[in-house]
């Protein structure tokens, strides 16, 4: 398997912007997780999605930010408008189904500059 | 709410070394805890997960052990080497392993 695969690996965007993250899971995995990696605030859990479905978005920071998985093998983090502040690495790791706290499996990341 | 401390903040030890990183938290109540390792530019890489319900667990030249009633995680790499280093992050799983919190990790170096 090709692993979580993300994409852009690198956005540089203006103020105002919207911007589109995408990621695809490991085929067979149905928990999809979104993070965010600061050297601030280190990694923050955005939202998580069991089968497709949100389950918990208490991470999302602001209204500008949206997440959808439109099926089991494609999710997006949209960020619209961008801030500079939304700078960072944007992670996206997904895990297969158990009894619950399988290992996560992270994608390389984008890295989101916002001028 | 969760917190997870790692220290020391970074590490610098010759190669041969066994060395020790910490991790510690500050509500008991977990459901399991993971240690990662990350590469500069990288994404993160589950090197050992320990269920709530064990005290440890081996990967090679990696054990990582758990003691919840203290709140302490420790990773022990044995027999260091150069390609070990990275920065080493745990991440303690609540809500039956889903909601990780992770801590600000521990840079290591080794030197050859």
């Known amino acids: 398997d090709a692993g979580v695969i993300q994409s852009p690996r690198h956005e540089v965007t203006e103020m105002g912007q919207e911007v589109t993250l995408r990621c695809k899971p490991i085929?067979?995995?149905?928990?999809l997780f979104w993070y965010r990696q600061t050297m601030m605030r280190g990694l923050e859990l955005l939202i998580y999605f069991n089968n497709n479905v949100p389950i918990d978005d208490s991470g999302m920071p602001e209204d500008r930010f949206s997440a959808k998985m439109p099926n089991a093998s494609f999710s997006t983090l949209k960020i619209q408008p961008s801030e500079p502040r939304d700078s960072a690495v944007y992670f996206c790791?997904?895990?297969?189904?158990?009894?619950?706290?399988?290992?996560?499996?992270f994608g390389s990341g984008t890295q989101l500059s916002v001028l | 709410k969760q917190e997870v401390t790692q220290i020391p903040a970074a590490l610098s030890v010759p190669e041969g070394e066994n060395l020790v990183l910490n991790c510690s938290f500050t509500d008991s109540a977990i459901y399991n805890l993971q240690w990662f390792r990350q590469d500069p530019g990288k994404g993160l890489t589950s090197l050992l997960l320990?269920?709530?319900?064990?005290r440890e667990q081996t990967s090679g030249r990696l054990n990582a052990s758990l003691d919840k009633s203290s709140g302490r995680s420790t990773l022990y790499i044995a027999a260091s080497q150069p390609g070990d280093s990275a920065t080493y992050l745990c991440?303690?799983?609540?809500?039956?392993?889903?909601?990780?919190?992770f801590g600000g990790g521990t840079r290591l170096m080794v030197k050859p």
């Open positions: 085929s067979g995995h149905d928990y």
């Open positions: 320990i269920q709530s319900s064990q």
């Open positions: 790791a997904s895990s297969r189904p158990g009894t619950g706290g399988e290992k996560l499996f």
């Open positions: 991440a303690v799983g609540d809500n039956a392993g889903n909601m990780l919190t």
